[in-house]
T-cell receptor, first 115, second 111 residues
Framework: GAVVSQHPSWVICKSGTSVKIECRSLDFQATTMFWYRQFPKQSLMLMATSNEGSKATYEQGVEKDKFLINHASLTLSTLTVTSAHPEDSSFYIC???????????FGDGTRLSIL | EDQVTQSPEALRLQEGESSSLNCSYTVSGLRGLFWYRQDPGKGPEFLFTLYSAGEEKEKERLKATLTKKESFLHITAPKPEDSATYLCAVQTIQGAQKLVFGQGTRLTINP
């Protein structure tokens, strides 16, 4: 149980394009989903928190207009990296939980490379 | 400010050599402490949640314990497949939406 699917797992694109990453909870309803960024050999850095049907809450220093988050249903959240540049290259991971006191369950991440 | 510190940063063990990983935390009010395992190129996999001092949880060769200041992840007779990065995270009462992660311990078990 508690499976989170993230797609795509790997994407390479040219500078200036926009990239959408999907995060789905497959066997539970996710009241809250989270988006993280992870640099090599470092821990997870929270980018934003999204509750279904509400606007996402972004962490300090994260550009809202660059990282667009949509959480339109209880099983799907999307992260769109707009006008991506090489410095946006990273490993992006989503997580989801079914309730406030439940653990977060993570997807397998998306490796984003911007050329 | 809420802080989570894990030690050691990296640990190499021989197969069958038991050891412990440490997670020290400084938070205003602890709601829960979580342990995750992360394999290279993958997302973290949930292992345990601990809520109060004195609590213990076990899963196969792993046992997690919690005190008021730290948590230990004990690994008994590890196997090479236990090699991974182990992450500790805390959820606070004030910031109940978020997890604050430690930097992780990279564990390598040599056959």
């Amino acid at each position: 149980g508690a499976v989170v699917s993230q797609h795509p797992s790997w994407v390479i694109c040219k500078s200036g394009t926009s990239v959408k990453i999907e995060c789905r909870s497959l066997d539970f309803q996710a009241t809250t989903m989270f988006w993280y960024r992870q640099f090599p050999k470092q821990s997870l850095m929270l980018m934003a928190t999204s509750n279904e049907g509400s606007k996402a809450t972004y962490e300090q220093g994260v550009e809202k207009d660059k990282f667009l988050i949509n959480h339109a249903s209880l099983t799907l959240s999307t992260l769109t990296v707009t006008s991506a540049h090489p410095e946006d290259s990273s490993f992006y991971i989503c997580s989801a939980r079914s309730g406030r006191h439940q653990p977060q369950h993570f997807g397998d991440g998306t490796r984003l490379s911007i050329l | 400010e809420d802080q989570v510190t894990q030690s050691p940063e990296a640990l190499r063990l021989q197969e069958g050599e038991s050891s412990s990983l440490n997670c020290s935390y400084t938070v205003s009010g602890l709601r829960g402490l979580f342990w995750y395992r992360q394999d290279p190129g993958k997302g973290p996999e949930f292992l345990f949640t601990l809520y109060s001092a004195g609590e213990e949880k076990e899963k196969e060769r792993l046992k997690a314990t919690l005190t008021k200041k730290e948590s230990f992840l004990h690994i008994t007779a590890p196997k090479p497949e236990d090699s991974a990065t182990y992450l500790c995270a805390v959820q606070t009462i004030q910031g109940a939406q978020k997890l604050v992660f430690g930097q992780g311990t990279r564990l390598t078990i040599n056959p």
